[in-house]
């Protein structure tokens, strides 16, 4: 997700309603597809060799008009969805798994579901995605973690308790 952010704004894309969701707007408009690093060894990935490489692409293309931000976008989402699919497959594998449960802001993409879907149904599994509501900034997982912390003893009282809306790590 933070890759994706940072991404938008390199191509100015919007941050309303979401960078991800922009991305994935313009992705379905693409009709180019640009070479980007694969980085997958094992059950890790890295994104960002890929930011760098996207934002090269990015500098390029863009100033010379040789690719449009749609390319651009379908470029980056086909190549990490296709790293994040991969991983998917050898930890569903190792675990002998046939269930995947898609969260977090990322999860509400409909490509990245799509293409979790036909890997889950090619295993003969089911792909389970939650529910947008509760997807943006992993929501899921934050009332997960504080139900954990809350069954550990943790108490916060609620005046010391705080959000930060669309909180960004680069400011």
Request: hydrophobic share 40%.
């Amino acid at each position: 997700g933070n890759m994706l952010d940072r991404f938008a704004r390199i191509v100015n894309l919007s941050n309303d309603p979401s960078p991800g969701y922009n991305i994935e707007q313009m992705a379905e408009k693409g009709q180019r597809f640009l070479e980007l690093p694969y980085a997958v060894k094992g059950m890790d990935v890295s994104f960002a060799g890929i930011l760098t490489a996207a934002e090269a692409l990015a500098t390029e293309h863009l100033s010379r008009g040789t690719a449009a931000v749609a390319d651009l976008c379908y470029t980056l989402q086909e190549t990490v969805f296709a790293m994040l699919v991969e991983v998917t497959e050898r930890a569903m594998a190792h675990c002998n798994a046939n269930e995947v449960l898609i969260v977090g802001g990322v999860g509400c993409n409909e490509r990245l579901q799509e293409m979790m879907q036909t890997l889950v149904a090619d295993r003969g599994g089911k792909m389970y995605g939650m529910d947008d509501r509760y997807c943006i900034d992993n929501g899921a997982m934050i009332a997960h973690t504080g139900l954990l912390m809350y069954r550990s003893g943790y108490r916060m009282p609620l005046e010391d308790a705080f959000c930060t809306q669309r909180f960004r790590t680069d400011e």
